[in-house]
């Protein structure tokens, strides 16, 4: 099993930034993906950017240039640094390690 823990979420205004991270423990496989998911209201579930182990990004066309994804090998940690939020980023975003666990999701809440 594998436990995911985040942090990071929170209430912001337009324009501002936030970061959120997730640190992964328990039976761990260095070469595995992670990534960042986010389902807003009413809305499905949908990728925001992943990484590779190796540190490859991948980023939604929604967040390019604005959000930039990273990890810390070491620690076991990805992190996700969001700039220029704007309203439609609010949703619950979800940490994703190996395709397969989820981490319990911060609420992000961009107020216009």
């Known amino acids: 099993q594998v436990q995911l823990v985040e942090s990071g979420g929170g209430v912001v205004q337009a324009g501002g930034s936030l970061r959120l991270s997730c640190a992964a423990s328990g039976r761990l496989v260095s070469t595995a993906a992670m990534g960042w998911y986010r389902q807003a209201p009413g809305k499905q579930r949908e990728l925001v950017a992943d990484?590779?182990?190796?540190?490859?990004?991948n980023y939604a066309d929604s967040v390019k240039g604005r959000f930039t994804i990273s990890r810390d090998n070491a620690k076991n940690t990805v992190y996700l640094q969001m700039n220029s939020l704007n309203p439609e980023d609010t949703a619950v975003y979800y940490c994703?390690?190996?395709?397969?666990?989820w981490g319990q999701g911060p609420q992000v809440t961009v107020s216009s």
């Open positions: 990484i590779t182990s190796t540190g490859t990004p």
């Open positions: 994703r390690y190996r395709g397969s666990y």
